[in-house]
């Protein structure tokens, strides 16, 4: 059995890290011995040397905000891949300088013809998208829905003006911010509908959020949009997409007023993320390319062992 390394930060905030919640207990089920190493503790060489003598197959690391130059170590007895989940803001000032350091990136923002451009070779990068993953982002019994409208995660920038319009407008949001993360699933799990803003932290361009992987499961997705929303459901069918608030309630009342429609909706949304989009399809998809003696797995297989809400 090959083996695998995580390194990652295990816990934010008194609570498993967002890296746990992303992709903990998905290699495993794909065929891998996987281990969970704090960055926590960390120095490099007490990793090194603990590398050595355990040999992984592959490395795979969240980048946070240190440049760890000494991974190039590492590449003498294993292949070691940075997660970049930042990359488009920070492309310049940070993801760029890992490309002679490591054996390649899982790249979740940027655009890969960027990492071209600064001397990557295609087979180094690999595009990867937000998933669902059922051992981290299921709630055993759903709760009654008796939120209608919910918006779970940071209000920064200019979240809180949009969240005060919806609210002036009739339509107020119950907001769960810098909460547990269990508290988010309660939240979600809760709402008919729960919105998800796709301008950056820096306010100046749209990007792909993780949370669309997440809040389409458990309630109908209203979000604005980024490019490439539709790889992960389709507008008007699978989720409400909107430009204005004004068009965003409009689409809700619909809904309200016609239930069995919301419930399609909804139904069409947790269909898509199950057959198509949770994390074991993704790493499936991800290992096939980094690991050359890799077989698919049957992911519908594995999906079995969990109780899904279809």
């Given at each position: 059995?090959k083996?695998?390394?995580?390194?990652?930060?295990?816990q934010?905030n008194g609570?498993y890290?967002s890296?746990?919640?992303?992709?903990?207990?998905?290699?495993?089920?794909?065929?891998?011995?996987?281990?969970?190493y704090?960055?926590?503790?960390?120095?490099p060489?007490?990793f090194?040397?603990?590398m050595?003598?355990?040999?992984p197959?592959?490395i795979?690391?969240p980048?946070y905000?240190?440049?760890?130059t000494?991974?190039?170590?590492l590449?003498e007895f294993?292949?070691?891949?940075?997660?970049?989940s930042?990359?488009d803001?920070?492309?310049?000032?940070y993801?760029?300088?890992?490309?002679?350091?490591?054996?390649?990136?899982?790249?979740?923002?940027?655009e890969k013809?960027?990492?071209?451009?600064?001397?990557?070779?295609?087979?180094?990068?690999?595009?990867a998208?937000w998933?669902?993953?059922?051992?981290?982002m299921?709630v055993?019994?759903?709760?009654?829905k008796?939120?209608l409208?919910s918006?779970?995660?940071?209000l920064?920038?200019?979240?809180?003006?949009?969240?005060?319009e919806?609210?002036?407008?009739?339509?107020?949001?119950t907001?769960?911010?810098n909460?547990?993360?269990g508290?988010?699933?309660?939240l979600?799990?809760r709402?008919?509908?729960?919105?998800?803003?796709?301008?950056?932290?820096?306010?100046?361009f749209r990007?792909?959020?993780?949370?669309?992987?997440?809040?389409?499961?458990?309630?109908?997705?209203?979000?604005?949009p980024?490019?490439?929303?539709?790889?992960?459901?389709?507008?008007?069918k699978?989720?409400?997409?909107?430009?204005t608030?004004?068009?965003?309630?409009?689409?809700i009342?619909y809904y309200e007023?016609?239930?069995?429609?919301?419930?399609?909706?909804?139904n069409?949304?947790?269909k898509?993320?199950?057959?198509?989009?949770?994390v074991?399809h993704q790493?499936d998809n991800?290992?096939s390319?980094?690991?050359?003696m890799?077989q698919?797995?049957?992911i519908n297989?594995?999906?079995?062992n969990y109780?899904?809400?279809?």
């Amino acid at each position: 059995m090959k083996k695998i390394v995580w390194l990652l930060k295990t816990q934010e905030n008194g609570e498993y890290s967002s890296a746990v919640i992303f992709w903990y207990g998905i290699l495993e089920q794909l065929g891998y011995e996987v281990i969970y190493y704090p960055y926590e503790t960390y120095e490099p060489e007490t990793f090194y040397q603990e590398m050595k003598e355990y040999k992984p197959d592959f490395i795979f690391h969240p980048c946070y905000d240190k440049m760890h130059t000494e991974f190039i170590k590492l590449r003498e007895f294993t292949k070691i891949y940075v997660v970049q989940s930042d990359d488009d803001w920070r492309f310049d000032s940070y993801a760029k300088f890992y490309i002679p350091l490591v054996d390649g990136t899982i790249s979740y923002q940027a655009e890969k013809q960027w990492y071209l451009d600064n001397g990557a070779i295609p087979e180094q990068i690999i595009s990867a998208k937000w998933a669902f993953n059922p051992n981290t982002m299921m709630v055993d019994t759903p709760p009654e829905k008796d939120i209608l409208l919910s918006h779970g995660g940071g209000l920064y920038g200019e979240r809180e003006t949009l969240i005060q319009e919806f609210t002036t407008k009739g339509y107020p949001v119950t907001i769960a911010s810098n909460v547990q993360y269990g508290q988010l699933l309660n939240l979600w799990g809760r709402s008919k509908f729960s919105l998800c803003f796709t301008k950056s932290s820096q306010g100046n361009f749209r990007q792909k959020k993780g949370r669309i992987a997440e809040i389409g499961y458990h309630s109908v997705l209203v979000s604005e949009p980024f490019k490439g929303i539709e790889e992960y459901f389709e507008p008007g069918k699978e989720f409400i997409i909107f430009e204005t608030i004004n068009e965003a309630i409009e689409k809700i009342k619909y809904y309200e007023l016609n239930p069995e429609e919301y419930d399609q909706m909804l139904n069409l949304s947790r269909k898509r993320i199950w057959e198509t989009n949770t994390v074991f399809h993704q790493w499936d998809n991800i290992m096939s390319k980094i690991d050359y003696m890799y077989q698919n797995q049957d992911i519908n297989k594995i999906l079995d062992n969990y109780s899904k809400t279809i």
